[in-house]
């Protein structure tokens, strides 16, 4: 035990995760007031592939990207205007940070496992940042080619 303790918290280990002493520029945030609509363009196609899609089984509080996508322009131009004050300020509405917790039946008779639902707003945004930075994060060769 002693020895793995040592090797988990070796030099080696220590220099791997530390942060750099300069942050590329590649992982800048880039949603602000002030970006241009290039910088937006990719969110606006993701926005709009969201509320378009056919809505999935699982639902947090019955609530789906896709109902915003049936209802009128006004009310859709409305809900992208919130998603996009959430990408600029970084912060989400706290209705959209509870999460559902559902049974999942196991093949034992009786047994389950819990699946957390969240919300689809929430989802929409962690999904486009993680996908905008792990795109960013493999071009700059951030990560030991073993990940």
Request: charged content about 20%.
């Amino acid at each position: 035990i002693l020895q793995a303790f040592q090797e988990a918290h070796s030099k080696e280990i220590f220099n791997l995760m530390r942060p750099p002493e300069f942050s590329n520029r590649a992982l800048d945030w880039q949603w602000y007031p002030t970006s241009t609509e290039p910088q937006w363009d990719t969110f606006y196609t993701n926005y709009w592939k969201a509320i378009s899609s056919i809505p999935g089984k699982a639902h947090h509080a019955g609530y789906t990207a896709a109902i915003i996508g049936r209802l009128p322009r006004r009310w859709i131009d409305l809900h992208l205007r919130l998603m996009k004050m959430s990408m600029m300020l970084r912060i989400m509405p706290q209705r959209t940070k509870i999460q559902s917790r559902v049974p999942i039946p196991k093949p034992k008779p009786g047994e389950t496992r819990p699946l957390s639902l969240l919300h689809d707003d929430m989802c929409f945004i962690l999904g486009f940042i993680t996908k905008h930075y792990t795109a960013c994060c493999e071009e700059i060769k951030l990560f030991p080619p073993s990940i």
